[in-house]
Every structure is written in structure tokens, then in C-alpha cells.
């Protein structure tokens, strides 16, 4: 048993050197950000999908295709627009011919989704019938056309952006569709030493190049330990403690009994884990501690917890009701 362990040490070991070497190819063209890059990592160690939600010029595309770039996997982008069918995600038939007998037969034309990596740029750009293309990918990692089912190649990840700012001509994400997004990340401006780095950096004749520095296997492999790391009992009460909280029929707190209208799901308390999980991997370590939880409830419940009208005139938010929920709900070691 002790050697098993020591092998896998030794394999998380050499991998976390793969997981720095990424986020060193990142911090090339990507200056700051490095929260928001570490939960980019998340959602890949824990094989979900993630939201990026940030004003333009926070370079939130530009983040997704350096990561993409740094990786050996295959990367589609995909502007959605209003105009944005079904079939130009998923893919349609079409009618071909065999040479040889002169038979005529649909084949099934595979669009952009089958790929690696997903940027869906500006997905809330598209109305809600396209948007609901990607609800079975996300969740099943399959595409089904007709009476025919297509696995896709695993690993497989949907990155999208939307812009919180400019809201004509977009379509609100369905609850459902927003429940399977693992987190939503939210890009803030960066600091005056950053920005002043960014100017530096963008306006001047340097041009970048990137090296893939970790592949397809290793980021599956990496997804198998983060289901092996430990969490306590007392933890997982933690994270089912913290999600039942966020729920007005069954919450103690007052402040969300009067300020919210839906809690998270079970999903939320999932995501918690796997997500506290691959940040405790993301450091070197094969358990996980109250910081890793606290490390990332907010962008897990970030579009679970749905404030009511009431609080929203008095610019209450989820992000409010989270910190709330962490200040009130404590952590008890047994």
C-alpha cells in the first residue's frame, strides 16, 4: 500500500511540474489573471465546463485560445451570433453519392463541437434554441442527429464568455443550461501595476510563441487523481451544510430567506467537491482542506443561487448572499 501511494505521489508530482509549466506558457500573454487561470485549471482537472463573464478588454478569448494553444489537444472557436443555428454547432447530413454503385446516401457532416476545447464566444448572443444544442454535449459528451448517437473524443471542454455590460441583442442563458457550467468565473479589471505591464507588453513589436507543454492523456490522468484525492466527512458535511443554507425553505439564515428565490442543487455540492479537490491537486496536495472549499464556492455558486426582485433593486447579488453563507456557516473539524 505504501508503495501505491508513493507511485502516485510520484505521478502527481510530475505532473504538477506539467501544470506550472502551463500556467508559465499562460503568464507569456496572459499578465495577471492568475486567479482566474488557476479556476480555467480547475474546471479542466475536474472535467466540467466553465462560464467567463468580464467587460471586453479583459482579454477573457484571449485567455481561453493561449490555454488552448499551450495544450496538445484540438481547439474550435466558435462566435455565436444571433443568426447561429443548431447544425452549424452540432452539424448536419448531407447528401453524398458512392462512385461506385451510384447510390445516393446522407452521411452525417461533424461541425466545430467535435473537438477538444470549446470556445463559445459571446454565447449569450444566440437565442435560446441554439443555445439548447449544447445542453446534451455538456452534460452526456455526445451529439445525437436523427436515430444516431456520436461520442465526443474526450477530453472534451466548453469555455464561454459573455459580456455583462451590453445587453441588446443577447439572451439570457436557461437555468438549466447555466446549472451545468461547473463554475462562473468572474474577470475583474486588473490592478494599476498590471495594466501598466499589459500596455507595455501590447503595444510594442514582441510576438510570443507558445510551447504545448501537456497533452490530452496527462490532463485525463490528472482528472482520475482529483477523483482520488481524500475528503473528510466532517468536509463533505461542510459543502452540505453550506449548499442546504443557500435554499429560503430549508435555510437557517435569515439574510437568505429574505433575499433569495432559488438555492443550488445537489450539483452545487458535487461541483464544490471536485472542484476543492482539483484545487488541492493544482497545489501538490492529495487531500483537501477547508481553504480549498472556500477556495472556490464563490464562482461554484455563482449562478446557483437566484437573489429575488427585491435584491435586486438594492444591488444585493449571489456573490452577497455567498459571503454571508461563509461568515455564518462554520466549519467543525468533528
Given at each position: 500500500m505504501n508503495t501505491e501511494l508513493e507511485q502516485i505521489a510520484a505521478e502527481v508530482d510530475t505532473l504538477s511540474q506539467k501544470l506550472q509549466a502551463l500556467k508559465a506558457e499562460i503568464g507569456k500573454v496572459i499578465i495577471g489573471q492568475e486567479q482566474t487561470v488557476d479556476q480555467l485549471l480547475i474546471t479542466f482537472l475536474a472535467g466540467?465546463?466553465?462560464?467567463?463573464?468580464?467587460?471586453?478588454?479583459?482579454?477573457?478569448?484571449?485567455?481561453?485560445?493561449?490555454?488552448?494553444?499551450?495544450?496538445?489537444?484540438?481547439?474550435?472557436?466558435?462566435?455565436?451570433?444571433?443568426?447561429?443555428?443548431?447544425?452549424?454547432?452540432?452539424?448536419?447530413?448531407?447528401?453524398?453519392?458512392?462512385?461506385?454503385?451510384?447510390?445516393?446516401?446522407?452521411?452525417?457532416?461533424?461541425?466545430?463541437?467535435?473537438?477538444?476545447?470549446?470556445?463559445?464566444?459571446?454565447?449569450?448572443?444566440?437565442?435560446?434554441?441554439?443555445?439548447?444544442?449544447?445542453?446534451?454535449?455538456?452534460?452526456?459528451?455526445?451529439?445525437?442527429?436523427?436515430?444516431?448517437?456520436?461520442?465526443?473524443?474526450?477530453?472534451?471542454?466548453?469555455?464561454?464568455?459573455?459580456?455583462?455590460?451590453?445587453?441588446?441583442?443577447?439572451?439570457?442563458?436557461?437555468?438549466?443550461?447555466?446549472?451545468?457550467?461547473?463554475?462562473?468565473?468572474?474577470?475583474?479589471?486588473?490592478?494599476?501595476?498590471?495594466?501598466?505591464?499589459?500596455?507595455?507588453?501590447?503595444?510594442?513589436?514582441?510576438r510570443t510563441s507558445l510551447q504545448k507543454v501537456i497533452s490530452g492523456a496527462d490532463i485525463l490522468r490528472l482528472q482520475e487523481l482529483v477523483r482520488e484525492v481524500s475528503i473528510s466527512d466532517p468536509l463533505i458535511d461542510y459543502v452540505s451544510e453550506m449548499v442546504r443554507a443557500t435554499r429560503p425553505d430549508t435555510s437557517g439564515l435569515e439574510y437568505v430567506r429574505k433575499w433569495v428565490d432559488w438555492g443550488a442543487g445537489p450539483r452545487a455540492g458535487q461541483a464544490m467537491i471536485l472542484t476543492a479537490k482539483a484545487n488541492a491537486l493544482l497545489q501538490g496536495r492529495l487531500s483537501v482542506t477547508p481553504e480549498d472549499i472556500r477556495a472556490v464556492v464563490y464562482p461554484v455558486f455563482r449562478h446557483r443561487i437566484l437573489v429575488n426582485f427585491r435584491a435586486e433593486s438594492e444591488g444585493i447579488r449571489s456573490d452577497s448572499v455567498t459571503a454571508e453563507i461563509l461568515d455564518k456557516i462554520e466549519y467543525k473539524a468533528s
Open positions: 466540467g465546463h466553465a462560464l467567463l463573464e468580464g467587460v471586453p478588454g479583459l482579454a477573457k478569448t484571449l485567455m481561453i485560445r493561449t490555454l488552448a494553444d499551450a495544450i496538445d489537444l484540438k481547439f474550435k472557436r466558435i462566435q455565436f451570433t444571433p443568426d447561429l443555428m443548431p447544425s452549424d454547432i452540432l452539424g448536419t447530413e448531407i447528401l453524398e453519392e458512392d462512385h461506385s454503385t451510384g447510390k445516393k446516401f446522407f452521411k452525417f457532416n461533424k461541425g466545430p463541437i467535435f473537438s477538444n476545447i470549446i470556445l463559445a464566444d459571446e454565447i449569450n448572443r444566440t437565442p435560446p434554441k441554439t443555445q439548447a444544442a449544447l445542453l446534451e454535449v455538456m452534460q452526456e459528451f455526445s451529439v445525437t442527429y436523427g436515430d444516431q448517437t456520436y461520442p465526443l473524443e474526450k477530453p472534451f471542454f466548453i469555455l464561454a464568455t459573455q459580456n455583462p455590460i451590453e445587453q441588446s441583442g443577447t439572451f439570457v442563458l436557461p437555468e438549466a443550461q447555466q446549472d451545468r457550467f461547473l463554475l462562473y468565473i468572474a474577470i475583474g479589471y486588473p490592478g494599476a501595476e498590471e495594466e501598466a505591464a499589459i500596455l507595455k507588453a501590447t503595444t510594442g513589436t514582441t
